[in-house]
RNA sequence: CGGGGAGUGGCGCAGCCUGGUAGCGCAUCUGUUUUGGGAACAGAGGGUCGCAGGUUCGAAUCCUGUCUCCCCGACCA
């Protein structure tokens, strides 16, 4: 029995799937927009998400890949070629057939019968065969190569159950895509980007990420190779965060991405793909939200520290708001993690100790509160949110001098970020089970008694075709997947857990998102 | 898309079975008193009850259709 005031009214060990609904109103990430499957993203939600965009395109540039944009609308004719590609997104596709729309005599309107569009435009759920068409124009010889792009935009995929962050019909990501003079080079490619997306997980969204090759068929439609990365939620369930693909020459094939090679013959160029979106931010929530709503990581929290001043309309709130102005100004200067610090002096009306709690629930990662006892001792009251609550269920408040304080926040931001992944990593660590052998041990720690069993990692013969095919209809039984090949795993020394057969690697199988 | 649940002021809900023109808590606004930890009291504002048809003298309530959301499943990067 606790005598603590949580600020949200569902706790994640009652509810997982409403507390995440909660932490999403509470922290004032995103709203319902009406229209099935799409979501309106609110301030602090998308400022999250361009923090986000700021630091993985930096990553982006730094690889020498350039930014373009292409149409949201593809010609139903380009999209039809690459045979898997089109198979893979068909059932889910928003599709544009008229122009115009005219009154309908009853005071609505319809789509004129007289504006169909001769060939029907297809919302892009992905951009392979776009921009594929832009690479064939573009790429001529083998010094075209490699061509490295990327674009940042909104895709739609018309998916039969959604759910906010973690899958929406509507979603925002950039899409990398590129092309190369062959595998080797391709396939390294396909690797940067997952390392590059493991490295902004990991440092950057303090989410702990197991980047591995994916099964056969968890493959990306029209890909030869498959990678991801993914993070363990609370709940012990995997998200797939991110994900890179080798495409061989399929697209290629599709598309006449060819080029003239050193001896004057012509090739088709092997190209890649990889992707993050805006789940990312559903990942943030259910790896570090807690019961007093989200924790944002020092890196890419909109404000890292907010300030709110004790006011209570009188003459003496001239003299708080000034010594905090001079805060804020003295910690914008301080520098954290490679940037300025990001200070927020909230100047809104409202008592102090309310406002702080819509800033827990929205996850700043530092809340410094002043009132006019700590501006006469020169000092400020401080709030770390990833520790949050200290001796008798009230909030563990610290009481440093203000110079203090400031010149505290360069090492403090870099600790909460470097905390709150520590914690993700040792629950993570905690909740990946390897000494299951046999199906039956598998069923039995799957069973229903073990709520949150988290992931297992097992050995297996990587069997293809309708011997995979058996695998996945026995896990799926069991609800599990097979998330991936672990890049870091170590060699596979017993048998398969499914075949028998002599193992060659070890695999991650989880429930999933 | 199948099964289940739900849409009533900003949020959470009651009312619906047994039709009679809308209520509670929180939030908001105003005032007073408070004031170092999510203030108290008083008063006030705010809803064509998801939308569209239908039945009826009369519909939040009954009927039909439709849209959206949540949970489970299927499907899926």
Redesign the pocket.
């Known amino acids: 029995m606790s005598a ?4 949200l009214s569902v706790k994640r060990e009652d509810d997982f ?2 507390w ?2 909660e932490v999403i ?1 509470a922290a004032d990430l995103a709203e ?1 927009s ?5 979501m309106v993203i609110k301030p602090w939600g998308y400022g999250i998400w361009e923090r986000i965009q700021r630091l993985m395109d930096d990553r982006i540039k730094a690889a020498g890949v350039q930014n373009c944009y292409f149409p949201i609308f593809i010609p139903l004719a380009n999209f039809e070629r690459e045979a898997s590609h089109v198979e ?2 068909a ?2 596709m928003a599709v544009v057939t008229h122009h115009r729309l005219i009154a309908d005599g009853k005071g609505g309107l319809i789509p004129d019968p007289e504006a169909k569009l001769e060939e029907p435009l297809v919302v892009r759920p992905t951009s392979e065969t776009i921009i594929g068409d832009a690479m064939a124009r573009w790429i001529q010889s083998w010094r075209d190569l490699p061509l490295l792009t990327n674009q940042w935009a909104n895709v739609v ?1 018309w ?6 962050f973690l ?2 019909s509507e ?1 925002l ?1 950039q899409e990398g895509h590129t092309a190369h003079a062959d595998a080797e080079d391709a396939l390294s490619e396909t690797h940067r980007a997952l390392e590059m997306y493991r490295a902004c997980a990991e440092d950057d969204l303090a989410l702990p990420v197991i980047a591995g090759e ?1 099964p056969e068929n ?4 029209g890909a030869l190779e ?1 990678w ?1 990365i993914e993070a363990m939620m609370q709940d012990g369930k995997a998200l ?1 965060a991110g ?1 890179s693909h080798y495409l061989g020459t399929n697209f290629a094939h599709a598309a006449g991405i060819q080029y003239q090679d050193k001896e004057g013959g012509q090739q088709y160029c092997h190209t890649t793909s990889w ?1 993050v ?1 805006t ?1 990312l931010i559903g990942g943030v929530i259910m790896t570090h939200g807690d019961d ?1 709503g989200l924790r944002v990581p020092p890196r890419i929290a909109p404000h890292q520290v907010v300030i709110l001043p ?1 006011l ?3 003459p003496e709130d001239e003299a708080l708001l000034a010594y905090c102005e001079e805060l804020r100004a003295m910690i914008a200067q301080e520098s954290t993690l490679g940037e300025p610090v990001r200070v927020l002096l909230d100047k809104t ?6 406002k ?2 819509d800033w827990v629930r929205k996850g700043a990662p530092v809340i410094i ?8 001792g020169g000092k400020v ?1 401080l709030l770390r949110r990833d520790r949050l609550w200290g001796e008798g269920g ?2 563990a ?1 610290s ?1 440093p001098q203000r110079d203090e304080a400031v010149q505290s926040m360069t090492q403090l931001l870099a600790d909460i970020q470097a905390a709150l992944f520590n914690e993700a990593r040792e629950r993570r660590d905690a909740n990946i089970t390897r000494d299951i052998t046999t199906m039956e041990e598998l069923s039995a720690f799957f069973g229903e008694e073990n709520r949150y069993p988290g992931w297992v990692e097992v050995d297996w013969s990587r069997p293809s075709g309708e011997a995979l095919d058996k695998v996945v209809e026995q896990l ?1 039984s069991l ?1 599990l997947t097979i998330r991936n090949v672990p890049k870091d795993a170590g060699p596979a020394s017993g048998t398969c857990i499914f075949t028998g057969n002599k193992a060659v690697e070890k695999i991650v199988v989880a429930r ?1 998102y």
């Open positions: 603590i005031r949580h600020a799937a409403q995440y609904q109103s319902e009406g229209v099935r499957g799409c893979g997104f059932k889910e995929r998916e039969m159950r959604t759910r906010m899958r929406t979603f990501w994916k968890e493959r990306f439609p498959t991801s797939q994900t992707g979106s789940r007093d004790m209570r309309e009188k009306p409202g008592k102090a100790a309310a702080r709690w509160e002043v009132g006019g006892r700590d501006m006469e009251s009230k909030p408040f009481y799926k609800k999933a």
